[in-house]
Structure formats: C-alpha cells, structure tokens
C-alpha cells in the first residue's frame, strides 16, 4: 500500500537545476513521483512551474519526504492545517515535529497563515496563542530551548515556504554573466562584496562579519580596523583564537612568527599568547582592558572604541580564555541568534567552525559570502543548503586589503 | 645593559635538529647566544651536550626567553630555587607565572625537587603544601581554574624538563630505517599502529581515540565496533558530530547519502539527523537508549554495552546537542582530563577540533598518532611542539579497515 | 536580426540536471531560447523530451552554439546535409570546422549517415571517400594531423551525437542508491571497480591502467603487480616516473625514503634515481633490460613478462629519460590512441597529468574510474564532461591493495 | 671490511640544520660516521666547521655517499683527483658517473681546478680538452645528450662544491626577523618579491618568469602585461595552455567562464579553445599572428611587441598545440637551458609542471620564488633541494596585482 500527496513547485526550474534535486530527494527517501503537469517558461524569463504527485510507502515516511521537499520550496498544493501536540519534555520536540528551513515560511493555525519571524534550519515551530487563545504567533527554537508545555507544530500539512527569488546583484555573484570581459574577475569580486556591504548598509541593515584567526596572521588586522572605523563591520562573531592573536599582536607588538610560506601560523607553544590571555582575564572584559589603557590597539580595540558589537564562543580547544567568551556553546548561539536581527549581510573569513555555526542560524535572505584559501570551507558553506551562499577562494590578507581600499577612500593614502 | 644565564641541553642535537630549532628561538625573542661548549657525540648513538650562554636585554625578557627554551629541553645550568607567588584573582595567575610544556618537569623549591604529576602544556604550576607548610606537591592548572590564594611558581628558575627519548618503537615510525625493502609503507604504518596499541595494552595501559565523524561518513564503524569489541578502544573523546551519524546510521538504517567522491557527508539539512538527536534526548542519555532497546548498533551502542568510556564535548556549529554532550567547553576539557591518567596510546582519527584539543592537554610521553586525508590536520598536530606526534595521511575508511584486519582475528571471517 | 534553429534533446532531462546545462550554454554563448515543447516523462523511469528553439546574433554565432550544445547531446530536429571544406594547409583546420565531442557521432554527407568510428573531443571530422568517389567513412583527427587536401566536416549541420545512457553499472557509481545500508561504503567503491573490470574482461574488452608515481611511492607495486598477472591490466599510460621510480625500486632495493606523513616521496636529488635511469639506458630498452637479466622484480618487469603493453609519455621535468619514453609528445598521444580500440574499462591512479591526457582522447563510452588521494585531480577530471567519469577520493596504495584482495584469489594468502 | 673518507663542512650549520640533514643522509645509505672535530661558533655570526669520517661498506657505497653528501655542500678534506672515463654509447653515462647538484662546482683535473660554468642537478660532468690535450673546461650535460667518446668524470673525488651563503635579501625571505611587527606579512612579501627583481635588472641581469594558465584565470593577464611593458619579465617559460588561455581571451573578447568559486577554470570542451589554436596555427606562429595584426592583445602580444622571449614546451596533455610549442620535451628542456645565462631572479607562477622543470636546470645561485594557491605545488618546489627556493601560497591574481602596483608607478592610475 501507499500514500500519496499533491506538491507544487514553481521558478527558473530547470535553469538552477533545482528540479533534478527534487527528483534525487525523493529517491533518496525512497519515495516515488509522477510528473503531473509541467509548464514551462518558453522564454529566458518566464517561471515554469511542475504539479507532482509524491508517493511514499506509508504517512510517515510521506510526512518526512513532503519536509524533505520543503527545504527546496516544494509546497503541497492543498496544504491544509497544521498539526499541533504538545511538548512533554524540556529539551525534546514531540516526534512528528516539522523540521524547519531557513527559508520564509508561513503556518496556516486554526485557519489563520501566520508567517515565521525568525527562519532558521533544523529547529522546531513553536506556536503562541494570545490570552484569549487564538493562534498569534509562530517562531523557530531549537531543541534545547525547547520547554514542556509549549505547543509545536508537527507533520509537513499547513506550511508554506518560499525560496528567494535571486536578485540581478545575487546574480551577479555567478560571474559567467560579466559582459565586460577585459575585467579582471578578482578585482570584480572585492567590488561585488564591497556593494552589497553598501547596499546593506544604505537599507539600514547591519553588517556581520565571521572571522577566524587567520585575519590576524594573513595582516590584514590593518585592513579591517580601516572598515570597523568606516562602518562597514556593524558585529562580529568570532572564536577565542581571533580575538587572543589580535590582542596578542597589540600588546607585545611581536611579529607573529607565521610562516607564510606553508601558511599556518605558530597558534600554540607561544608563550605570549597564554600571556596575553592573562593580561585580559586580569582586566576582566575586553572592553576594560580597553578602557583601562592596557589594550591600545588592534580588531578588538578598535570595535570596543567604536561600539561595534562582538560575540565570542569557545571551543574544547582553546586556551584560557578570554573573559568575553561564551565557554557554553549552546549560550554562545543564544547571543549569536540575539544580534541577528536586522543582519543585511554577512562576510565569513578564515574560519570553518564558526562560519558552519552561522550558516546554521541565518534565514536564507540573507546575502552571504565565505571568503577562505582553503577550498574545502568554501565548499562546505555553499553545500549546507544556504542558497544565498557564495564563496571566494583566495588569500584572506590580500582580499581585505583590497576590499578595504575599495570601501575606505583614505585606505592607504596616509 | 645586558643579563645573562647560562643553560645547557644534551641528546642527539644535530641528528633531531633541535640545537638549530634552539638558536631560532633565541633569535626570534630578540636574544643572543654564546656556545661556550660542544660536546660532540663521536659516533652515531653517542649523545651530545651543548653549553650556552643566554643573552637578553633585561631580566622579564631573560625569563620568558629561558622558559621558551624549556619547551625544546634546554635547562639553567644552575637551576636555582623557584620562586613563587600567590594567585590574587581567580581565575589569573600572577603575572611572571611559569608556562608550563607537556614534558616530564621537576620543580625545586625550598630545598627539594619535586615532580610534576601530570605535565600539559600552557598551564600554571601550583604548589600544594602539607599541613606543616612543607612543599608537598607541584601540578599543572589552566588558567580558567585557578582561585585566588594558590600559590603559583614564578620565572624559569627552579624547573627541569626531560624530553622523552625516543625509543625504538617511535624510531619506526620514521619510516627511514625500515629494513625490509620490499614491504608496503602502508602496510607497514598500519602494523606499527597496531604494535603501539597492543604495547600499551600489554602494560596494562588503556588506549584513547579521539574521532570525528568522518569515522561513520567513511564507513569505518564497523571496523571500529570489532576494536571496540576486542577491547582496543578504552576512551574515545569526540563532539556531538561523530555520535550523532553514529547514532543516525543505527536508528534509521539509512544509506547516508554520502558524497564519497568529494569526500564530504551530508551533514545537515538532514531530516534523519535532527529527528535523530530528538529520539536520544527523549531517552535522557545514550546509555538510557540503550538500555531501552532503542539503540541497538553501532560505535556508540558497543561502547556503552562493553563500558567503555567516552567523553562527548560540543561546539557552536551543533544541533541538540545529544544530552551526553558537555555543551560547557571548559567543563569538557576538565572531563577529558579526568580520562588521562593511564593513557599509554592515543589515536586521532577524522578530526582537527578535538585532535588539537587532545594534543593540548595530553602529556608529551603518551605515543600519538594522527590519521586523516587532509595533509592540514596532520601538520597543524605535528606543529604543535608534541614531539611525540606522528602523521599519516591517507583514507581514514580504508585505514580502519586494515587496522582492523590487523587487531581482531576474526574480523572479516565471519 | 538574428537567426534560428529548432534542436531536440531527450532522455532523464531533469533528473540528471542536463537541461539546467543546456539552458546555461545558450546563456554563456550570448544566445538565447524558447521552449517549443516539453513532453515530461510522467513517472520515474520515463524519459523526457525537449523541443527548443535557439536564437543567435547571426550564423557562425549560432553554428558555434550548435556545436557546444551537442556536446550536451542536443541535436538539430532537421539535421540537413553536413557541409565539407578543403584543408588547406597541413595541422590548420577549415575556419568553420566541427569541433567534434567524444559521444557517439552520425554524419550524413550526401545523403548517407555514417558512423564515426573513433569519438574523440576537440578534434575535426575527416571525410574519406571510396574509389568511386563515394562518402566512405568519417573519423575524427587532431588538429595537428590534418594534411592539406583533407575534407573536413564544417559547422553544426548533418551531425547527429547520441548520450550514453546510464546503464545499472553506472548507475551504481552514483552511490545514493545503494539499497544495503550496512554495507561500508568504501569497500562498495572497491568491489564496483572490480566489477567493472572484470566485466570488461568478460566482454573480451582490454582494462587499461593511466598511473602516476604515487603507485610506487604507497607501496602498491606488488598488488599492481598480481594484478598484472592475474590479467586485469591489458594496457598501462604512464610518465617517466612511474617506470624509473618502479625500476629504480627494483635495482638498488632502497626504501625509497618517502616521507608518507606528509605524502610525498624523494623524486629528485636522489641519486639512485639518476643512476636508475642510465643503468636501463645503457641496455637500450626495458624489455631489454628485463630480457639481459637485468631488470628482474616491478611493475614494469611483470608487464614485460606478461606480454602486456605499455605506452610512456614524457614531460619536460623529466630526468633521463628511460629509452622508452615517447619525448614528443604529439607522437606519444599517437601511441596512446593507437592502443584504444577495445578498451573496455580505464582506471586513472595517481596522476593528474597523463589522466588528463587520457581523458581527452577517450570515448565517452568507456567507464572510466580516476582514483587519487587529492581531491583536485578527480575534480579536473570529473569537470572535463566526460560523463562517464567517476571519482574515488582515497588512498591510493590501500585501495589498489583492497583492489588486490578483491580481484586475485591468491593475494596474501602466501 | 668497510672503508673510510674525511669529509668536511663550514657554515651556520646549526641554525640551518644542515648538519642534521647530513647525518641523516648517512644513515640512510646505510654508512656511518665518526665525528672528529667541532668547531663551533662561539657566537651568533660566527660560521662553524665539522670533520667527519664517513664509513661504508665498500667502495662503490662510499662514492655514492660522498656524491650525496656534496648536495649538502659537504666535501672530502683530501679531495684528490677527479677520474674520468669515456662514455661507450650515446646517451649513456660510464657507470660511476658523478651526478651533479646545482651548485657551484670544481673539478680538479691533472692537478688543474676548473670551474664548472653551468651547474645543474642529476646531470654528468663533461670533460673538454683543448688542442694540445690539457683539461680546458668542465660542464654539466644531461645524460641524454651524451655522445660516445666524450669524457666524465667518474666518483667523487676531485671535486668541491660551495653552498650560496643566504645574503641579508635573502634572510629577508625568512619572515620571522622582520623588525616592524605592524608591517602586513602579504604586503612585505610582494615588496620582497619586487626588490629582488629590481636588484636582478640593476645587476644586469634577467627577470625569467615560469608560469601556468591560472595568470590567465585569476585575471592577472593585465598585470602581467603591465609588467612587461615596464620591463620586469625578460624570459617567460610556460606550456601551451597559458599562452592558449591568453591567446583565446584576446582573440573572442569571452569572459573566460571561471568558477572562482571553486578555483578552477573551463579548460576544455570549450569551442573557443580549440578554435583559437587553429587560428594561430594558420599563421604560422605567435609572432605572425601579432605582425599580421590577428592578436592585438594579451600576454603573448606584449612579450612579441616588446621583444621579450619566450619558451613553450608542450605536455601529452596538450590540444593543438600552438606552433611555437616545443613538442618534443628534451628539445624543450635545451630550449630553456639556452635562455639560462644572465637570468638574475626568477618567479614561478601557478603551474606545478613548468616549475618543477625549472627548478631542474637552475643553479642554485639564482633566487626563486614560487607562488601559488596551491600548498602542494609550492612545497614540492621547496622540497627539491633547490635551497634558495621560497614559497608562497597565496591568490596568483591578487599577488600579480599587488606586484603591478608596486613595480609599474603608473598602473591602475589611468
């Protein structure tokens, strides 16, 4: 026997190729499909659209394909009302819970579409009534912060998502549609990067930044104290590594001792950076250090002076550590998801971990790069689903210095 | 002006290279040397001592000097006594505290030479007194769990460190002095690992494994279950990663949909993943799934029914996290720590997080292998001063494989 | 004003993601398109056809378009008549030659469709004509071949290319739908590669091996060298060092001093090597070598013993080089592509370059699998279109060794 | 039975660790040693001086190991008088040749020292009398170009090698002495890079550039040309596809449809390609092209506008090729050894292949720099006992850029 649902899915279908990953996913769950109706877009611009029939063995192996589906903006054509159970324990999502995108998405509850604030992967939809119990609100919360009691949505029935449409900037980023061809595709990107920093900034958006410790041994700390000081970095999220090297390099005015040519730096066995740690844990914050005249210079000096905000969270490696950083993973993306809102860009630099740990919190409108010499962070961003994900290979010290004197006119005029 | 110490270090200096990596530290703290003597080992296995002047432009600069140099083994001549001051703060330790190195090291003071029980890296050096006052035990803390009113050894004099000779097992693993020509390298690097790990066993040592998830990703588990089995796995340190597709593989019998190709796993965005870390929390703990019958296979499951003991600790990048996860970065090193003692071998498969978090903590006596296909993650531990580290680069599956086939006699009969 | 031509495409359109290829094409080559027809498959293992009308600024725009986009397998509805010009020069080409694919091409000229017998990319197309004057055969031929007086077939008309469709075996490789999920992946990879080579063997077609010196170096030259024995290597493309490090291997019996921490072995600077190389001058060839008693152990020994044939390919950073080795490298590619009738199966270890040199000359009927530890090299030759390659990222001398086990009975049993 | 030979050694040979290197070579060819004296430098700048007896099993043994140790700058205390003997065949070197490293050599011959005028390693040492039969010259030849009848030298005796003492530019290279630590590391590496070219054209001396397609892809071409125009590229060595790449991107005005992305470019299958080196092949050659007025643009054109030279040497990867490329490798390699005299600095630029060939036939007093993104390329360069070779793995076309700015007052100010 099987069970059978109507989906729909419309856009640039076959130019994205997103309909041959619709079609590999319900293979891989082992579903089927017939293609019920298909029009297509006969000219460059026109959207298609497909009706397909999923049809999986059983409901819940239709239910998870249909959610499956969604992360690729397949909607059922009826979808119906959502589910709704309650949770019985802190911490765990009743079992058939919907497993969120990070795309917009809206819920249709007792009859009323009410649309997802705050979209982001793999949580649950936690459902809020108002006092006089009517369906008032809808947001994502990830399984920890999950308590008894709350009301959370189940099964794929009564959602709708919508994938971004990619914008002519967006597109941009593609690079095979660059008409000048005498121009030189590096010098391109930095500009392209450089403009959607503006963009944002000009909506009034914040501009987030995720930076690895390899900012500070490529030299490009310079470079990007020159954009903290023109506006262009609003937060940054970062680990204890980036802000000990920076401040390390400040206080004891130490080359670094990187070895460029096999690109990694001397992080560990360095007795100023355990040194440095100290100093800081002395002061007790950062920003005291700051203020009391011990930290003059540097990343860090340079977004506590300009109130910029930061957020640190450490991992099982690090030494110390610093006083700000958050040794609670699960409290560091809490602060995380806090400075979220009203994020119009974000630039990811030198770092795997905490830009993985971004990718996770971050609703697909927002336009993201990933800038690393590694091609393998590169990859994993864009592979994590995050269509707005781009990604640049090249060397972190030159892109922000070139970037920096594409944003900051006084850049290196001194 | 100018102060000066006189230091001395002994061994195979030239055959190791350790005297040039000696007079590069010097130069690189803005020092200055003088060789007074060279003892020359005339034949190969003769040991050589050299007795240098050390030269810095002020006392602070002299002391840090000496302690960087005790990272390769290089003594005072006349050690001296210790100095020591106390802790005013919690949580920082005094400012001219002494750096620790992951080697044996003795510590004089008031008169008697003391050993330091558990030798890591980037620590402070207690001293604990019995109750008549009188010295009676020096040990290493990391900053973040020093409390105000301990007293902390100051400066470099007063300390001797022994760096391990390396003996013939570890010789082998340079690979050079392999006699039997015609052997495989890789067969050859696969047998040695297994020697290390039966060694250790044989004394009565346990053996560490600290994996990541590309264990599971590459196939490997049930290689793993067999060494679980045949009890070649004591302790495994690893992040929610590795447990969770574990985990996932065993409760959905799903293909993983790996990219094998590319080398990379589908990490997220998988509905299987989510729902996976759901089933554990509902239970409380792995163990309690378990017991429950709801985990019924794979390398976590056999740990918990052969009570083998593994230390879980999380990072930003998480989902759930599983509840066994110490979601507390400095909770989970202080758990790690607690598995060391008796550790004789420690193998690090799959991973640069936990692998350099390991390699921080662990004493430079322990054996350590490093397994992984990316070059990086080999070197980034090689570099990492733990002499005692050596790198293979090559498939982690068909590593295990073969380790596998080396360690269980009956794996691959049945 | 622009021109216009109705093309047709068929098959797993969407599935396999080759309409989003064709649409990109039309775009990149400044072209444009309207989607005539879209007859969708309904049900999984229907194929779909597309009817497409491509727009162009002008002929020769549009012709280029054409030939790009057969190499999608996209065909003109109406073929027409293929158009022929005289060569005019020796190695130059018509200016509107065809610039062939490696698929399996038709050609009609004057009314006959004939078969091309050697698909090969980026090649003209040669009209050979009978005695009597009548269309005989077209086969493809480099550029630098081309003899004035040769007709060539010009522009995209009378020229029909058929995909290869992905059979079961194909299928297979694609990993996703391997139905036992307890299976470990790698050993799935391993077995498939026997798979494919010993069904070659069954069809009567040869097995041909591309290999750099990264055989010798992992230590796989004695399971290479059953496997010589066994028969599943009827062919061997290599470069000068292969051959001179297996040789050198067997002449002196050194370790061969490789550093497998960091996977690279001493190719140069190694005296050994040099000497190698004039010990099997001095015999004029290595058949001679082998025949004077001199050679006696290695993969280049058992070829010769075996009666299996060898093609080697010099390059400019060659040392020597052996006498066999073909220096110029346009008669080297003659020497390979003689040896490609009947090759059934190709497997590419170790080496970007002469895999890549393979892959341009091979059809794309031939199942090709590219085997190396970086996964760069796989990339490239992933990204050449040839469809039928595979990629396997992993150890090179495990997996022939598992390779090995699977395919010879006997293998370490001794 | 085992023989003996004094051998010895001056310089920092410490700081370098030459002397480990030594020791390490001895043992493994198996021989042994004795060290007899000692004399170190007492202080910083002072050289030091080791003598060593060198023991081996026999004769022939011992002569290898002497050969070896000379790549180390190691030579005998007595060095006697070199042997000669005649080589019997073409292309064949006498048995106990003396294979050559790329340092600074003399021969002493009949009581006479000369000195060898073109080092280069793993090549013979010719012999050359003048007419009344007295030694008059020695010269490396490579053991292909050998004739019947010529005269090598045979063992190690006789001969002295000097290893280049590193200058204060070249220290520069060493990046850990750099005084002012707020310097960015990436910017004073491109200035290092300029000064040593500005150095080598106020010496006289020629700038010799090696490089790969991806000064194509990474946009760096008008960098390049700017630097040609300014005089900084004198000889460019390179493979077909560079000049390709560069030639195709001028003739169509494409962009050259990069994914930046993923690092790597559309070499093949692209019809723009193959039609561009039929275009070039019909006019005979490069400089045709550019006189005829159908290349007006590009790398190639600047080198033939400004009488530059260069050197192609193709691979059995290539299409076409080009007609100015050497498709017979060893003719390529005599081509490239004839642009040699006079080259006073050179820079490697992403391509594996032409580097390593490079580095081949350079002595070792030439400084050589290699860039690329590549981590691998750079390291196998550096491997190669070329000890002036510094590498940097960075972005080709942002380092080219940086490069322009700093070499070519006017660039990117029009």
Redesign the interface.
């Known amino acids: 026997m099987s069970v059978r649902e109507s989906v729909e899915i419309s856009g640039h279908l076959?130019?994205?190729?997103i309909?041959?990953r619709v079609?590999?996913d319900i293979?891989?769950y082992a579903g089927?499909?017939?293609?019920?109706r298909?029009d297509?877009?006969?000219?460059?611009d026109d959207p298609s659209r497909a009706l397909i029939t999923v049809i999986a063995d059983d409901d819940p192996s239709l239910q998870?394909l249909l959610?499956?589906l969604q992360?690729r903006g397949v909607n059922q054509v009826d979808p119906g009302e959502a589910e709704v159970a309650v949770a019985e324990?802190d911490?765990?999502?009743p079992?058939f819970?919907y497993?969120t995108?990070n795309l917009e998405t809206r819920v249709r509850v007792e009859g009323t579409w009410l649309e997802v604030g705050n979209p982001e992967?793999?949580c649950g939809l936690i459902l809020e009534r108002d006092e006089s119990g009517t369906p008032a609100r809808v947001y994502t919360l990830?399984?920890?912060d999950v308590r008894a009691g709350m009301e959370v949505i189940c099964g794929a029935s009564g959602i709708r998502v919508t994938v971004p449409v990619p914008d002519k900037s967006a597109e941009a980023f593609g690079?095979?549609?660059?008409?000048v061809?005498?121009?030189?595709?590096?010098?391109?990107?930095v500009r392209q990067v450089a403009d959607g920093m503006r963009e944002a900034k000009q909506q009034g958006k914040k501009v987030l930044w995720v930076g690895g410790p390899g900012v500070v041994?490529?030299?490009?700390a310079?470079?990007m104290v020159a954009m903290v000081e023109a506006g262009f970095v609003d937060v940054l999220f970062a680990?204890n590594a980036l802000a000990t090297h920076d401040i390390e390099?400040s206080l004891f005015?130490?080359?670094l001792?990187?070895?460029?040519?096999?690109?990694?730096g001397?992080?560990?066995?360095h007795?100023h950076?355990?040194?440095a740690?100290?100093t800081i844990?002395?002061q007790g914050s950062i920003r005291a250090a700051v203020e009391n005249g011990v930290l003059t210079g540097g990343i860090m000096h340079s977004l506590v002076t300009h109130d910029r905000e930061f957020v640190l969270?450490?991992?099982?490696?690090?030494?110390?550590?610093l006083?700000d950083v958050h040794?609670?993973?699960?409290?560091?993306?809490r602060a995380?998801r806090a400075k979220l809102p009203d994020v119009g860009f974000c630039l990811m630099v030198a770092t795997m971990?905490?830009s993985?740990?971004t990718g996770?919190i971050l609703p697909a409108s927002v336009p993201l790069v990933c800038v690393d010499?590694?091609?393998?962070t590169?990859?994993?961003l864009?592979?994590?689903?995050s269509s707005q994900a781009?990604?640049?290979?090249?060397?972190v010290?030159?892109?922000l210095?070139?970037l920096a004197v594409e944003l900051v006119p006084d850049y290196r005029r001194g």
């Not at 781009?390 to 060397?395: C, F, K, S």
Request: no cysteine; aromatic share 4%.
């Open positions: 076959m130019d994205h190729g309909l041959s079609l590999n293979r891989e089927d499909y017939v293609i019920d298909f297509v877009g006969r000219e460059t998870r959610m499956r992360t324990q911490g765990v999502l079992e819970f497993s995108t992967m793999d990830p399984m920890s690079f095979m549609e660059s008409e061809s005498s121009e030189k595709p590096q010098a391109v990107l041994h490529t030299g490009a310079p470079a680990g390099s005015g130490t080359s001792g990187i070895d460029l040519a096999e690109g990694r001397v992080e560990h066995g007795e950076h355990i040194r740690l100290n844990r002395k969270v450490g991992s099982v490696r690090d030494d110390g550590p006083p040794t609670d993973v699960i409290e560091g993306q995380m971990l905490h993985v740990a996770n010499i590694n091609p393998a590169v990859t994993k864009a592979d994590r689903g781009r990604g640049i290979v090249t060397d010290g030159l892109f210095e070139q």
